[in-house]
């Protein structure tokens, strides 16, 4: 059993702050890619920055220069650091990560539960 924990949401203010945290725990063989997507109200889910296991990264246009992920490859872990927040990052942040896990094993693709940021002053 594999499961992913978010964490690092919640309120702030335009022009702040937030990291997020995503965790993966159980039996684990090995992790590709990490990512973190999106979704606003009424819009659908859109990806917004991924990271390779040796460390590439992509970002949509929309937070270039302004959010960054990093991963910990022993702590099984991904990192969102969002800077100079804006009232249209405001979303559900979701971790979707690829991995291969044990007993017996297969690869997975597996969404965390999501956490709510919200800019707003």
């Known amino acids: 059993q594999v499961q992913l924990v978010e964490s690092g949401g919640g309120l702030v203010q335009p022009g702040g702050s937030l990291r997020l945290s995503c965790a993966a725990a159980?039996?684990?063989?090995?992790?590709?890619?990490m990512n973190w997507y999106r979704q606003a109200p009424g819009k659908e889910r859109e990806l917004v920055a991924a990271?390779?296991?040796?460390?590439?990264?992509e970002y949509a246009d929309s937070v270039k220069g302004r959010f960054t992920i990093s991963r910990d490859n022993a702590k099984n872990t991904v990192f969102l650091q969002m800077n100079s927040l804006k009232p249209e990052d405001t979303a559900v942040y979701y971790c979707?990560?690829?991995?291969?896990?044990?007993?017996?094993?297969?690869?997975?693709?597996?969404w965390g539960q999501g956490t709510l940021v919200t800019v707003s002053s």
């Open positions: 990271i390779t296991t040796g460390g590439r990264s």
């Open positions: 979707n990560v690829d991995l291969v896990v044990t007993g017996p094993y297969r690869r997975l693709k597996l």
């Open positions: 159980g039996n684990i063989f090995g992790i590709n890619t």
